[in-house]
């Protein structure tokens, strides 16, 4: 469960009720609670566009007892973290007026109830009751500012993390643009076999849900679309349909072609797209979609996918380029007879299940496959494209290879003959 | 992910033996149907961390209710000894199995859309 802003307000109202009910002998320790309570208030207030004047002493009293008065401070002071930790997104409902002002009346009203507690435990004039009164004045003057009296809106459903303040649908362009920097920034040269595995079942996962998409809007009769959408939602889904064709065969050549067996990887790709599935998932499991809403998020997470097909094709060219997917051998050997035996000869069983080899016609299936691949998911994207309305906007492609693997330098500074390698880059 | 710590595990064979099993069913239906696609990552997710691999042909029965079979293995999932570093491969596990098995199950009842 998180904890709205509202709820923390819900609980400084509580602690403030029963705050009125407690009996306090130790005047010095109301009057320091009074101060941590008047220093977080003014914290709070500020953040809510409320100055309060009266009573600006210096630094607020650290010191602050276990009872109600101090545990009022600490609420109204969680309150105000709560408002200070929103990020720029969220912040938004910040701006509207009205909910900041019933905020403030709210905040103050429960400060007010605690200096009633104050005025009633403190009986010897000192000092502190004046000014006591000075700002219960100015306090009742913010709670009187709330003349709409409807709550909190927007900024009760404050929390702290990341908020869904429109629900899944404003998540997926952000985790579709997430996921797709987490592709772009792994380099050809540690990529493994089960990695390009992986990122063709992400897309054709990715395909499937848009053809989802596509159908769920063709089906409902209440989606209100006219005859051009219709047709161009179909064209979407049959370019999805024989986009899977193609995914398949990618997906059939991939494990007729290895990279590295040995090493294993970290796949932050994975993470991102676990993630966006999530956030998918929950948007098609909603039952109060709106055909415009759904095409938005087809066409987001089919541009995504179609920039994390590029990379993948890059990849695997680069990839067969540097010699680094091997071929079983028997496959290289119906390519070139020399492959069936080493020429070094030797047992059958020492002769090596995959081979390594520079001949395009061994690769021509992968590379014809994962080209059609891209192509058939470009042909979607344009049709969700025109549906979403994004077709004339300009976009920025993803920059390929962020993340390099260290380059090796040989050094020879002194009459010592091997010196080993060395990084190239010391911070690496 | 080295969930071969504890030899001769049969819980955990009998969890690859299920999920191979629901893997081939899967395949042959997806040839014909494009709505299978949206189950492809949670499937390789689920092989990739039962080490599964793609490159030898499964030899056994291709039949029965995949989601039925996933289901099992859910069950099963946490019954396999682990040593404490790989509590979270089991975690993983189990999150992809129930995973998959939803994902299955949704294009399985989905019905005609």
């Not at chain 1, 415009?292 to 997470?301: F, K, N, Q, S, V």
Request: charged share 30%.
């Amino acid at each position: 469960m998180r904890a709205t802003y509202e709820d923390l307000l819900r609980t400084a109202r509580r602690i403030a009720v029963s705050a009125q009910r407690g009996v306090y002998m130790d005047q010095a320790e109301v009057l320091a609670d009074w101060d941590a309570v008047l220093a977080a208030t003014r914290n709070h207030l500020r953040r809510l566009g409320v100055c309060l004047k009266a009573g600006a002493v210096g630094p607020a009293a650290v010191e602050r007892s276990e009872n109600c008065l101090g545990r009022l401070a600490q609420a109204i002071g969680a309150g105000a973290d709560l408002l200070a930790v929103q990020d720029s997104l969220s912040a938004v409902v910040l701006s509207d007026r009205d909910d900041r002002v019933a905020a403030a009346a709210e905040v103050a009203a429960v400060a007010l109830m605690g200096a009633r507690v104050v005025e009633r435990s403190v009986r010897v004039r000192v000092r502190g009751p004046s000014r006591l009164r000075r700002v219960m004045g100015e306090l009742s003057e913010v709670v009187g500012a709330d003349v709409r009296g409807s709550g909190l809106g927007g900024l009760g459903v404050l929390a702290a993390g990341p908020a869904l303040l429109g629900g899944a649908l404003s998540m997926v362009g952000a985790t579709a643009a997430r996921w797709e920097r987490a592709h772009a920034e792994v380099s050809h040269e540690v990529v493994l076999t089960r990695e390009l595995r992986s990122t063709t079942a992400q897309l054709r996962t990715v395909a499937g849900q848009g053809w989802y998409v596509a159908s769920l809007l063709l089906s409902e009769r209440s989606a209100g679309l006219d005859l051009e959408q219709r047709a161009e939602l179909g064209a979407l889904r049959e370019a999805l349909g024989s986009l899977d064709g193609a995914g398949r065969r990618v997906d059939a050549d991939l494990r007729r072609r290895l990279s590295d067996l040995i090493r294993r990887s970290d796949s932050p790709d994975e993470m991102a797209f676990l993630d966006l599935k999530g956030v998918v998932d929950r948007v098609l499991g909603d039952e109060h979609w709106r055909a415009a809403e759904l095409m938005d998020a087809a066409d987001e997470l089919l541009w995504a996918a179609v920039q994390v097909a590029r990379h993948l094709e890059r990849t695997v060219h680069r990839m067969i380029w540097s010699g680094r997917l091997f071929v079983p051998r028997s496959d290289a050997a119906r390519v070139e007879l020399t492959y069936l035996r080493r020429p070094t000869g030797g047992a059958r069983l020492l002769q090596p299940y995959w081979v390594r080899t520079d001949r395009m016609t061994c690769f021509s299936g992968v590379i014809n496959d994962v080209a059609t691949f891209v192509d058939h998911l470009e042909t979607a994207s344009g049709a969700a494209r025109r549906l979403a309305g994004t077709a004339a906007v300009s976009r920025r492609a993803i920059e390929p290879m962020k993340r390099m693997p260290a380059r090796f330098r040989d050094l020879d500074m002194s009459g010592i003959d091997d010196q080993g390698w060395e990084f190239a880059e010391p911070g690496r | 992910m080295d969930g071969y710590a504890v030899e001769g595990d049969e819980v955990r064979w009998r969890v690859v033996g299920l999920v191979g099993r629901a893997e081939a069913v899967v395949e042959g239906l997806e040839a014909g149907d494009g709505r299978w696609a949206s189950t492809a990552f949670s499937r390789y997710r689920l092989c990739e961390l039962l080490g599964i691999v793609p490159y030898v042909r499964y030899e056994g029965d291709v039949d029965g209710d995949p989601v039925a079979l996933l289901e099992e293995a859910a069950g099963l999932v946490d019954r396999i000894e682990v040593s404490i570093e790989d509590l979270s491969w089991r975690l993983a596990l189990g999150d992809a199995v129930r995973t998959a098995a939803a994902d299955v199950r949704r294009v399985r009842d989905a019905g005609d859309v």
